[in-house]
């Protein structure tokens, strides 16, 4: 409960404070190389289904009133996933690399990546006991040894606060957007 609490005040910190939220972003920022830069990373987005990263961020804020709320979700709910793919993609192609992001998406696409996402989303808390060791898949042991995946979710799970905070920003446009 207090791993939740610190969490949640910390993520409230990052929407607070952007100038904080600014120097969490790698020191080596991605170059756009282009089009195809900023198609792999809209790619990646899709394999992660980040329209459920933006969700989770309109249900984490907060509301004048539960009309407005509801308003939020209904926009939501209106939002072609590939339209929130689009629109996050080239503000996270500064920070996400294109051998990241072609990297990545192939690991979401493989059955135990697809995996991974499921559970990400889906699975409820779970309790260990002291002493106990997470039992790893054969599977992802695999994955865990090759160098380009290594290096490549190192970089999104640094750049995992700038998701989120962009997925923030587009939650807010999307809020001022009559529709």
Do not use: C, W
């Not at 969490?7 to 089009?35: D, I, K, M, R």
């Not at 989770?56 to 929130?84: H, I, M």
């Not at 991974?116 to 599977?139: D, F, T």
Request: no cysteine; net charge positive.
């Amino acid at each position: 409960m207090k791993f939740v609490l610190g969490a949640a005040v910390g993520l409230s910190l990052v929407f607070v404070n952007p100038a904080h939220a600014a120097s969490t972003a790698p020191t080596a920022q991605a170059a756009v190389s282009g089009p195809a830069h900023v198609k792999a990373v809209q790619d990646l987005l899709g394999a992660m289904q980040v329209e459920k990263v933006l969700r989770g961020v309109a249900a984490r804020s907060r509301y004048q009133s539960e009309a407005q709320r509801k308003a939020v979700f209904a926009k939501l709910d209106r939002t072609p996933p590939t339209v929130v793919y689009q629109r996050l993609a080239a503000p996270l192609a500064l920070v996400i690399s294109a051998d990241t992001a072609s990297e990545m998406t192939r690991f979401y696409q493989t059955p135990y990546g697809k995996q991974v996402i499921h559970k990400k989303y889906n699975s409820g808390s779970q309790i260990m006991m002291p002493g106990m060791k997470p039992v790893v898949p054969p599977e992802e042991k695999k994955e865990r040894k090759r160098a380009a995946y290594v290096k490549a979710s190192k970089e999104l799970a640094d750049v995992e606060p700038m998701i989120e905070r962009e997925a923030f920003k587009l939650l807010q446009q999307l809020n001022k957007e009559k529709g």
